[in-house]
């Protein structure tokens, strides 16, 4: 408490050394506004190189009555401001003689406002370190995995229903499928994934993956069987899905696509144009079973060149 | 002094914070700039140095072609003349719908550089019927009934390429018609000329000058 009625003489004594450089100031040192806070900083730089912060006057100064006294370094600032040596001296010739009390409540003071911005700068490194921490033992320690599948041309979800066979060594398979945004989960997999995947007028795949430091979620794209896919429109009967097929493949080639067809030795068999290939692709005959695409380049988003053999 | 230096340590060190804190910002903000560039450059796939496809595309537009470059297109024609088999044999199917049954003419139609082709039917050494191929597969496109479908078999070859005065190459493919197990007809002895011509094609605004393999006259021989 003593300290406390100490540094309100301070404030006093701050103000009228502020008065004799600004005598038409009339107001408190509580009053202090961005003008005076600034004059009075001007005025500590000019005589002790040292200056105090608005913040910091704010924090303090404003106050007409004080919860804690501020840091004992910035205390010896603004005492030889005033002419003294510093707090202790300033305390020696306005304070009654000092307790144990008033002994002790500066230290644990400076000892708190020392490790103030220390902790800010603590706890932001720490909270990034655990936020990281926490990614990597989360990726880590996950044991649930998604795939998801999506057309390999179009590259929009399968949404029809697919079936996944799980193969794992000495056990029958398993049998999952896919929920209607084309993906599956899977947890509890030990040693390496194994999985057979059916899908509606989809090549058949077979996917291997380690699971180790893996993303928890992958994409698969999965390839159109034409030739399955032809044979079901056509059984179907309906010429619109045909057309709807033929608009399809429209929007994945370029206008002047170049479509090789190679034999065994890649040597040139046939080159089609986009009309000839779509022709190709949607009737349903035997070759169509048999292409392998060998190379498919895109020139903004679209196929302008595909090698295939059959 | 020491209150002095005290506060600019002070001071020291809450620009040492205010730094931290802008290169975190500034690390997380490159680090999603390069995911997104990374992202951006697999949604495009803008490949746009084809040397590959230059190679190929002289094996079309050349004038000269080598031996193993014929052979290619030999092979093709075979694959040509199954492919135009399998054209009849869906149009045989009287079940689908018109339009669909349209659309595989005018498929079956391209495979043909001529559309005046002629399609003979010869009956012990008498040629029985002759028509164009347009007629042929229009007359199909009409039937009311199923018709016969067939597998192709191919027959000892004894047709070497020929060139002709325009450049162009034609040879003569021996095959046997055979009927499928489900349908009922007559096997036919048959031949096909296949012709490799140099062909304008479009390729968007382009247009192109290319070898291109298609189907000519084709002779069906039964004794039945």
Same mark, same amino acid.
């Given at each position: ?68 006294? /501020? ?10 401001? *005033? ?13 009654? /003689? ?19 911005? /220390? ?8 909270? *990034? ?16 995995f998604e795939f998801c599948f999506v057309d390999a041309d179009l590259n929009t979800p399968i949404t029809d229903t697919i079936s996944i ?11 999952l499928q896919t929920d209607r945004n084309g993906c599956f989960q899977i ?6 994934l194994?999985f057979i995947v059916k899908a509606p007028y989809y090549k058949v795949d077979t996917i291997r993956r380690?699971?180790?430091?893996r993303s928890p979620k992958e994409i698969i794209k999965l390839h159109l069987d034409d030739y399955a896919l032809m044979i079901h429109l ?6 619109e899905d045909i057309q709807k097929r033929r608009r399809q493949l429209d929007g994945m080639f370029a206008a002047e696509a170049q479509i090789f ?11 089609y144009n986009k009309e000839e290939f779509i022709n190709k692709l949607t009737?349903p005959?035997?070759?169509l079973k048999?292409i392998e695409v060998l190379d498919t380049k895109y020139d903004s988003g679209k196929i302008i060149s595909l090698r295939f053999r059959? | ?31 999603g700039l390069s995911w997104n560039s990374v992202q951006g450059q697999a949604a495009e796939q803008v490949q746009v140095e084809r040397?590959d496809d ?26 040509? *003349? ?76 004894? $047709? ?25 007809? $007559? ?17 968007g ?20």
């Amino acid at each position: 408490m003593q300290e406390m009625a100490g540094f309100n003489i301070l404030k006093a004594q701050l103000l009228q050394k502020y008065r004799e450089q600004y005598p038409g100031w009339e107001g408190s040192i509580h009053d202090f506004k961005g003008k005076q806070i600034a004059n009075f900083q001007d005025l500590m730089l000019n005589e002790v190189g040292g200056r105090v912060s608005e913040k910091w006057f704010y924090t303090h100064i404003k106050p007409r009555e004080n919860n804690k006294l /501020p840091r004992i370094d910035t205390l010896d600032m603004l005492c030889t401001f *005033l002419g003294y040596q510093d707090w202790e001296d300033f305390k020696y010739q306005h304070l009654p /003689p000092k307790t144990k009390e008033v002994e002790v409540a500066p230290q644990v003071e400076l000892v708190a406002e020392k490790k103030k911005i /220390p902790y800010q700068l603590i706890g932001l490194l720490g909270g *990034l370190i655990l936020l990281i921490a926490m990614s990597f033992l989360w990726l880590n320690a996950s044991k649930d995995f998604e795939f998801c599948f999506v057309d390999a041309d179009l590259n929009t979800p399968i949404t029809d229903t697919i079936s996944i066979s799980i193969l794992q060594a000495n056990e029958s398979p398993r049998n999952l499928q896919t929920d209607r945004n084309g993906c599956f989960q899977i947890s509890d997999i030990k040693g390496p994934l194994v999985f057979i995947v059916k899908a509606p007028y989809y090549k058949v795949d077979t996917i291997r993956r380690q699971l180790k430091n893996r993303s928890p979620k992958e994409i698969i794209k999965l390839h159109l069987d034409d030739y399955a896919l032809m044979i079901h429109l056509f059984s179907t009967g309906k010429m619109e899905d045909i057309q709807k097929r033929r608009r399809q493949l429209d929007g994945m080639f370029a206008a002047e696509a170049q479509i090789f067809q190679v034999d065994q030795n890649h040597l040139g068999m046939e080159l089609y144009n986009k009309e000839e290939f779509i022709n190709k692709l949607t009737i349903p005959i035997n070759s169509l079973k048999d292409i392998e695409v060998l190379d498919t380049k895109y020139d903004s988003g679209k196929i302008i060149s595909l090698r295939f053999r059959q | 002094m020491i209150v002095g230096r005290l506060l600019v340590c002070d001071l020291d060190s809450k620009k040492k914070n205010n730094k931290m804190i802008k290169s975190i910002i500034i690390l997380i903000f490159l680090l999603g700039l390069s995911w997104n560039s990374v992202q951006g450059q697999a949604a495009e796939q803008v490949q746009v140095e084809r040397p590959d496809d230059i190679r190929l595309e002289q094996n079309f537009t050349q004038s000269e072609l080598s031996v193993f470059e014929l052979n290619a297109f030999k092979e093709r024609g075979n694959q040509k *003349l199954n492919d135009f088999v399998e054209h009849l044999n869906l149009l045989a199917d009287i079940k689908l719908e018109q339009a669909i049954r349209e659309s595989i003419v005018q498929s079956a139609l391209q495979f043909f550089n001529n559309q005046e082709s002629l399609i003979k039917t010869i009956v012990a050494d008498k040629v029985t019927q002759s028509e164009t191929i347009a007629d042929y597969l229009n007359r199909l496109l009409k039937d009311k009934k199923n018709t016969t479908t067939f597998t192709v078999e191919q027959l000892p070859q004894n $047709s070497s390429m020929q060139k002709d005065d325009n450049g162009d190459w034609f040879w003569d493919i021996q095959f046997q018609l055979l009927p499928t197990k489900a349908t009922n007809g $007559s096997a036919f002895f048959a031949s096909v000329t296949i012709f490799l011509i140099k062909t304008e094609k479009k390729f968007g605004s382009q247009t192109k000058s290319i070898w291109q393999v298609f189907l000519g006259d084709i002779t069906l021989n039964t004794n039945e």
